[in-house]
C-alpha cells in the first residue's frame, strides 16, 4: 500500500517481546505494540509531523487496554490486523480521542472474547475521522444507548402556500434526554462512511419519540423569526426524520465504546 512503513520485526523488538507472539502475556504484548509504535512514528519524529509526548501517551494508552483482559482470554491470532491498526493510526495521533480509540482497538484484536467481530475496515474508517467527527460519534453513541441507538433528527423549512419547501436549518438531532444539536455534517459523513443511516420524511412511532419531535418542533416554532428572513408567503414547518446506526456501525461502535 502506497505510503506504508515497511519494518522487520525482527530487527526492532528484542527477542522476549517476539516470544510474546507464542506465549503472550498482557506485559509483553504491550511491550510488542509499544516497539512498534516507535518503529511507525520515527520518520514522523524526524520530520515533526508528531509529538514525543503523544507517542508516549499512545503506548500508555494500549498497556492500558491490554491490562484489561484476562490473561488465559488473551490471543495472537489477529497480530497482522493490530499491525494494521497501528499503521493506520499513524496520522491521528495529534488528538487524545482518536489516541483512546485506537488504542482500544488494537487492544481488541488480542482478546478473543471480541476480536472474532473485528474487520480490517474499523482501522481504515478510524484513519479516515476528524476529531470531530469521531468525538461526535462517541457522544451520539453514549447519548442513545437508551433509545437503542435510534434519533430524532427533524429539520425546520419554509414552506409556501402550496406546499413547496425551502431548507432553512437541517440535521437537528434530538437527544433522548431532550438536549438537542445541529450537525448535519458529521451525520453525513458517518452515512458516506456505512456507520449510520439517515431517513428523511419517515419518523419513528412510539410515543416517546413523538413527545421528542413535539417538543423540538414547538422550541423551534416558538422562537421570532424576522419576516424578513422568510421567503414570500412562506411560514415554518418541520419535516421529520430520525438517524439509526447500520449493522458495521454497531460492529464498530461496540469494538470501541463498550
Known sequence: MAGDINFDLGQILPEKSMDALLYPTCKDLGILAGGLVT???????????????????????????????PEDQLATDKFGMA??????????????????????????TFDKRKNEN??????????????????????????????????????????????????????????????????????????????????????LKHELFQKQYISAENYFKSIKVPQEKFMPDCHLESERGYVILTELGKMFTNVLFD
Open 83 to 108: 499491525i494494521k491498526a497501528l499503521n493506520d493510526s499513524r496520522f491521528q495521533l495529534g488528538d487524545e480521542g482518536l489516541r483512546e480509540m485506537f488504542a482500544k482497538l488494537i487492544a481488541t
Open 118 to 203: 473485528l474487520v480490517p475496515l474499523f482501522s481504515s474508517l478510524l484513519s479516515n475521522m476528524s476529531p470531530k467527527e469521531a468525538g461526535f460519534l462517541k457522544k451520539w453513541y453514549e447519548k442513545t444507548k437508551v433509545s437503542h441507538f435510534n434519533s430524532v433528527v427533524i429539520n425546520m423549512v419554509q414552506q409556501n402556500s402550496i406546499g413547496t419547501q425551502f431548507p432553512l436549518l437541517d440535521g437537528i438531532l434530538v437527544y433522548p434526554d431532550g438536549s438537542m444539536e445541529n450537525d448535519a455534517l458529521n451525520i453525513n459523513l458517518l452515512e458516506s462512511a456505512g456507520l449510520m443511516v439517515r431517513y428523511r420524511g419517515r419518523e
Open 39 to 69: 518503529a511507525i512514528t520515527k520518520p514522523l519524529l524526524k520530520w515533526s509531523l508528531c509529538q514525543q509526548q503523544d507517542i508516549d501517551d499512545y503506548q500508555n494508552k494500549i498497556q492500558k487496554n491490554l491490562n484489561t483482559i
